[in-house]
């Protein structure tokens, strides 16, 4: 327990003082983001100067997934949760994370039918599918897959493996996301370790091994869940359960039906 206690502790000085710088820098590299798209589109396509500033890119998106990850770190108390359409919500973000992954790696979206409502900040949904997405594009060597999914869960959801979450499980409808990769995979004693803050097996630079204790935190925030499973070769599924809210809660204009879009 103390152990537990030193270690939220330490989480949360750091949130602190991370978060200060975080967010000017973070505000800098949007710009510079915006600047290598700019100049990108004014060139010929076939200049050399082309893959210059998409590594350039990289680098800073590089750079924005960690000031993103300390500054929700930082923003761990300041959360505005609100009733949220999942569906409608991961396709506001689905053009950017397009973008912002290689050629290589394709990103297939398969919604649910039905558009269910949850109660989540949705800067706290983004940076759970930033993250998930990121870390799959890592695993996935040359060309592959992110498939993004959302389905009605039936039943109770499965407990995060090692997640101290073995309470009971209150009888809540739920509504599963799925983000599977056909990436490397992850062998157990890595499994095992994926939730720690700080664990990462990315080389220095490359990985903070903030992502997914940070996911995990949002999931355990909003009393939701996290599943993993991961085969090395096959690839990884990270499943997250949300639970379902009531759709009258929703204010008129956002409870009307929404047009559903075609799977792509
Ligand atoms: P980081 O990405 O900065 O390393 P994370 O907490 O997001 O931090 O991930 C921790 C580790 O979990 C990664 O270093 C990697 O070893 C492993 N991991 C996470 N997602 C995947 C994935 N989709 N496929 C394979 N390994 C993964």
């Known amino acids: 327990l103390l ?4 270690q939220s502790q330490k989480m949360e000085s750091i949130g602190r003082l991370a978060g200060g710088i975080a967010h000017d820098f973070n505000n800098a590299l949007g710009g510079m983001l915006g600047y290598i798209e700019l100049a990108r589109e004014k060139l010929p396509k076939e200049s050399a100067i082309q893959d210059d ?3 350039i890119g990289t680098l800073a998106q590089r750079s ?3 000031t993103q990850q300390l500054l929700a770190f930082a923003r761990k ?3 505005s949760p609100r009733l949220i359409r999942l569906n409608r919500e991961i396709e506001k973000q689905l053009s950017m994370l397009r973008r ?3 050629d290589s790696v394709e990103i297939s979206w398969t919604p ?4 269910f409502v949850i109660h989540l900040d949705p800067s706290q949904l983004s940076q759970i599918i930033m993250n998930l997405c990121i870390n799959a594009q890592d695993a996935i060597e040359g060309s592959g897959t992110i498939d993004i999914a959302t389905y009605a869960a039936h039943g109770s959801p499965p407990y995060a493996s090692g997640a101290g979450l073995q309470k009971q499980v209150p009888l809540q409808k739920y509504v599963q996301l799925t983000v599977r990769d056909t990436g490397s995979g992850m062998d157990k004693t890595t499994l095992s370790s994926i939730f720690e803050p700080f664990f990462t097996t990315k080389e220095v630079g490359r990985g903070t091994g903030l992502g997914l204790s940070t996911v995990y935190g949002i999931m355990r925030q909003n009393s939701g869940f996290i599943d993993v499973e991961s085969n090395p070769g096959t690839g990884t599924t990270f499943k997250l359960y949300f639970p379902v809210h009531e759709e009258k809660q929703l204010p ?3 409870a ?3 047009q559903q879009l075609p799977p792509q």
Not at 3 to 6: E, G, M, S, T, V
Not at 112 to 115: E, G, N, R, V
């Open 3 to 6: 152990q537990q206690l030193l």
């Open 53 to 55: 500033l998409h590594e």
């Open 64 to 66: 924005a997934k960690l």
């Open 77 to 79: 108390d300041v959360a």
């Open 100 to 102: 912002i992954t290689r």
């Open 112 to 115: 649910a039918p039905h558009d």
């Open 252 to 254: 008129l204009e956002e």
């Open 256 to 258: 009307a039906p929404k």
